[in-house]
């Protein structure tokens, strides 16, 4: 009787566990048929370059298990994608050394001549004060919600951007933390109070690539995807 009941639970636990994927860097048939693509297949640097059209990958930048890893202190550089996006939804896995700062950018066009654009930050919280700057922030001009789910640094956390007509969402490990309209007025007030009110439509929606930022410090990125919305 004992065993039968250790069965039965067993078969229970089965049905309601989910089932996780031990490979790295690949896409579901469900989410092929929902029209994802792989923007990093753990291999090579394909689909990616640097800021200045023809440069050089820097040595900062290393595939390493499945991971594209960011080295501490060593010249990386931007990487962008190839490829421009207007409406999409982006998704991608990261992780920091304590202390660590890094971020993925979006709306980053050549017509402003350097690699400015909203900034999804990714950051130790405890090393900094302004919840502008804080990680899943639109950084400097929206803070993201008090409660968002964060993962310790050096934990794995999962982070999304979409992006469709003015309405731009960030999500933090399965929760919409920062949410906004582009050209809204309080957006571009606040932008004018930043760093980058100079910067030609900046607040506004526009049609960019994609950027992983160089930092100094440790950074990890797995799982990098990208769906164009219509």
């Known amino acids: 009787?004992?065993?039968?009941?250790?069965?039965?639970?067993?078969a229970a636990f089965a049905l309601v566990l989910p089932v996780f994927s031990a490979d790295l860097n690949t896409l579901t048939t469900e989410e092929k048929a929902a029209g994802w693509k792989l923007l990093f297949d753990g291999k090579s640097f394909d689909g990616w370059r640097t800021y200045k059209e023809g440069g050089k990958i820097g040595e900062g930048?290393?595939?390493?298990?499945?991971?594209?890893?960011?080295?501490?202190n060593v010249?990386?550089?931007?990487?962008?994608t190839e490829k421009t996006y207007t409406d999409f939804e982006f998704s991608w896995e990261w992780k920091l050394a304590e202390k660590g700062n890094n971020g993925v950018k979006y709306f980053i066009t050549a017509e402003r001549k350097s690699a400015v654009g909203h900034e999804y930050q990714m950051i130790d919280d405890s090393t900094v004060k302004d919840d502008l700057s804080k990680t899943?922030?639109?950084?400097?001009?929206?803070?993201?919600?008090?409660?968002?789910?964060?993962?310790?640094m050096g934990e794995w956390n999962q982070s999304r951007i979409v992006v469709k007509g003015n309405h731009v969402e960030h999500w933090l490990n399965g929760a919409k933390v920062v949410e906004y309209e582009c050209g809204d007025a309080k957006i571009l007030e606040q932008v004018a109070k930043t760093k980058f009110k100079g910067v030609a439509k900046f607040g506004e929606k526009v049609t960019?690539?994609?950027?992983?930022?160089?930092?100094?410090?440790?950074?990890?990125?797995?799982?990098?995807?990208?769906?164009?919305?219509?």
Request: contains cysteine; hydrophobic residues 45%.
């Open 61 to 72: 930048w290393k595939i390493e298990e499945g991971t594209l890893h960011k080295l501490p």
């Open 136 to 152: 899943a922030s639109f950084y400097l001009v929206l803070a993201p919600k008090a409660d968002k789910p964060t993962k310790p």
């Open 1 to 10: 009787m004992i065993m039968k009941c250790i069965f039965a639970l067993a």
């Open 208 to 230: 960019g690539h994609l950027l992983l930022t160089d930092h100094k410090d440790e950074c990890w990125l797995r799982n990098i995807k990208v769906r164009e919305l219509k």
């Open 75 to 80: 010249t990386a550089g931007d990487l962008i």
